[in-house]
């Protein structure tokens, strides 16, 4: 029952949780009234508590719409063309926030996947097993941690570098794609007159 004249009310310094009623009732479209309002409610956040904040900042973020979102993030990240509002300062510190964390996650991800890597090029070669060329880059396709550690364990009994990579669904050896029954459509007789 919220509608875009109640928005300013909702806008309340005083009572920043309420602003993400303002952009629910206040930013279905992409114009200058819905960015205003993102805006403000995007400032609004700074005045809630530090443990709420992120919380209310994606959960503002998730009801604009893509144009919005974009003009928005787009604003927030060039600080040569805005001069860097309290409103700007919010989105850009989010957006940056957002993306160290998932290059953290990435990183980490990626630094684990490395070590297993060297683990099962290390138990390879004690145990005297080369990988030829075709294997090592097969080796070094893998990414997913539970595919090395499982390598890394087939690689303490296995007869053969290409046995290794066999059980981690890696063998260079293509197989045949199923055989797939022809599907037949039934053909629709045209009905009798009515």
């Not at 875009?4 to 920043?16: G, V, Y």
């Not at 508590?49 to 979102?69: D, F, N, T, V």
């Not at 490395?114 to 060329?133: H, Y």
């Amino acid at each position: 029952l919220l509608s875009k004249d109640h928005a300013a009310a909702l806008l309340d310094p005083a009572r920043p949780e309420l602003a993400i009623f303002a952009v629910w009732a206040g930013c279905r479209g992409h114009g200058p009234e819905a960015r205003r309002v993102a805006k403000r409610a995007m400032e609004l956040v700074g005045e809630m508590p530090a443990p709420l904040q992120e919380a209310q900042a994606r959960a503002i973020l998730a009801m604009l719409s893509q144009q919005l979102l974009a003009s928005l993030k787009e604003m927030a990240m060039d600080i040569d063309k805005v001069p860097e509002t309290k409103a700007s300062r919010a989105f850009r510190v989010f957006f940056e926030k957002r993306g160290e964390a998932r290059g953290e996650a990435r990183g980490e991800a990626q630094g684990e996947a490395n070590g297993r890597r060297e683990s099962l090029l290390r138990v390879l070669a004690a145990r005297g097993l080369s990988p030829t060329k075709e294997e090592r880059a097969l080796v070094a396709a893998l990414t997913d941690v539970a595919v090395l550690d499982r390598c890394v364990q087939a690689a303490v009994t296995a007869a053969s570098v290409g046995e290794v990579l066999a059980g981690a669904g890696t063998s260079h050896h293509r197989r045949a794609a199923p055989a797939r029954a022809a599907k037949r459509r039934a053909v629709k007789k045209p009905s009798g007159r009515r």
